[in-house]
């Protein structure tokens, strides 16, 4: 159980008190609103610099770990790709923990949640103003963990509110499954 995908790094003008988020998850709960995620934002707040940074989220019926930065790692460089991965532990001495990682580990957190079967696997833009443009978002190689294999993701429902727009990329290994770029705002 888990979801693997490289994301861009993109840097747009982000108004006062807003975020753009690109991040992975696998959803937990839809009616309880449970889910892992790891990705990375950008915000412009009284408290928050205007700075790219990696975060992650763990919430659950074990509680909630909203909206946390990995410590001590200055983030993304705009223009660059990153992996990110959510995966299931599978330990019997730590049933319901999952591992959160940049890169293939180089940034790693773990969670422990309830429930901690996911229902649903995800890779989205996200902004809190419609005025933030993410031209150039773009997500690649999205895999889903089988077991013992990663294998590409093998269907997709794309979702864009206006003034937001999302274009899947036609590859031969996946149809147009596992990579798209997303654009709009202003």
């Known amino acids: 159980m888990g979801v693997n995908g490289k994301i861009y790094t993109i840097n747009p003008q982000v108004p006062a008190s807003t975020t753009m988020f690109q991040w992975v998850t696998v959803i937990l709960s839809y009616t309880y609103g449970y889910w892992l995620q790891v990705g990375y934002d950008k915000t412009n707040s009284l408290f928050h610099p205007t700075h790219i940074t990696y975060y992650w989220e763990c919430v659950s019926r074990r509680g909630s770990y909203t909206h946390r930065h990995f410590s001590g790692n200055p983030g ?9 991965t959510i995966v299931y532990a599978q330990s019997s001495q730590f049933p319901e923990r999952w591992i959160l990682r940049v890169d293939f580990g180089t940034l790693q957190t773990t969670c422990d949640v309830y429930p901690y079967n996911p229902v649903d696997l995800q890779a989205f833009v996200e902004t809190t103003d419609s005025r933030i443009r993410i031209d150039g978002s773009h997500f690649k190689d999205l895999n889903r963990y089988a077991g013992r294999s990663w294998p590409y993701w093998d269907r997709h429902i794309a979702y864009a509110d206006n003034p937001y727009s999302v274009q899947p990329i036609r590859r031969v290994d996946c149809a147009d499954n596992c990579e798209f770029t997303a654009a709009g705002g202003g």
């Open 76 to 84: 993304p460089v705009a223009g660059s790709w990153h992996s990110y």
